[in-house]
C-alpha cells in the first residue's frame, strides 16, 4: 500500500467513533483529524484529504486492465482497483470534493476508448452527461456535497488582485461559506479564517505580486505544453498503454494540486516531486522523439 494512502486511512480511522465506524464521515470542512504520526496530534482534514488522492486517480486505470486475459495484468488490476476503492471510500468520508476533480482529469483519455466512434467533442458532451448523471446519484446515495467554500474565496481574491499588484498580504475580502448565510474571512486580520487563497499562482501573488506570478507562469507554460504534446505523440506512436497512463495520472494529480492547494510546507513534498517528474517525463519524451532510450 502506498505510503501516503496509508497515512489517510490510519487518520480516518484514528478520527472515527468507534475506527471501526465505517459509516461516519465529517461534514465540516475546517476542522482538524487526527494525525497517525508527526509533532501534531491534529491537523487540518485539508491536508489529509490530498493524500488519497494518487490511488483515487488509479480507479480509471485499473479498469482496463481487468479486460486484459493475462494473470499479470488482470492481477495488477486488481490491486488498483482495491487501492482505489480505499481511496474513493477515504474521500467519501472526508468529503474531498476536490479528489472527484482529479478522478474526472485521470479518466479523459479513457474516452477514446469508451466512445471510439464518436468525433472528440461528441465524446466531450458525453462524459460531461455521465459526470453530470454520476455527480447527482451521489449527492442523492452518498450524501457528498459539491459546493467548495475555495471557489468563491479564489472568486473574491481573484476580483482584489489589481488592489495589491506588489503583494505583501494586504489583500482582505469576504466569502460565503457553503450552505451557509455566515461569512469567512480572508486576510491577515485577527481572527481571519483563511491566509492563503488556496492556489499556488494566487499564494505567490499574494506573497510577491504579479511579476513573481508572471515570471512563474512564463516558466511553466512552456512544460505544460511540452507534456501534452509528448503525451499525444507518445499515444499515436505507442498507443495508450500502462506506462503512458501511469504518468498521465501522476501529473493531472499535480496540476490539480497547484490549482487549489495552498503553497504550505505540508503539501511542497508533493510540488517538489512532482517537478522531478515534469522533468524526468520531460526527458523520456524527448527521448522518444529520436528514438532514444530514456535517461
Known sequence: MPPELFYALISLAMSRTPWWDMSESFQLTNINVRAPWGSHAFVNI???????????????????????????????????????????????????????????????????FVFPWFHW???????????????????????????????????????????????????????????????LRFGQLVGSDQLSPHSVLLDIWNDAGWLATVAMLLAIMPMIVGLFRGFVESNLLHAWLFPLAFRWIMITVLIVQWTVRPFFYSYQLMFVLGFMSVGALSAEFACGRKNEAPI
Open 121 to 183: 467533442f461528441g465524446r466531450f458532451i458525453l462524459i460531461s452527461l455521465a459526470a453530470i448523471v454520476i455527480a447527482l446519484l451521489a449527492k442523492l446515495f452518498l450524501r457528498i456535497q459539491f459546493c467548495d467554500e475555495r471557489w468563491w474565496q479564489q472568486q473574491g481574491f481573484s476580483r482584489h488582485v489589481m488592489h495589491n499588484p506588489w503583494g505583501g498580504h494586504l489583500i482582505q475580502e469576504s466569502y460565503l461559506q457553503c450552505n451557509s448565510t455566515s461569512e
Open 46 to 112: 485539508r491536508s489529509v484529504e490530498q493524500r488519497a488522492f494518487p490511488a483515487l486517480a488509479c480507479f480509471p486505470l485499473a479498469s482496463p486492465q481487468l479486460l486484459i486475459l493475462r494473470l499479470r495484468l488482470f492481477c495488477s488490476g486488481l490491486l488498483l482497483l482495491g487501492l482505489s476503492i480505499l481511496a474513493v471510500h477515504f474521500a467519501w468520508a472526508y468529503q474531498g470534493r476536490i479528489g472527484l476533480i482529479v478522478l474526472g482529469f485521470a479518466s479523459l483519455p479513457l474516452t477514446a
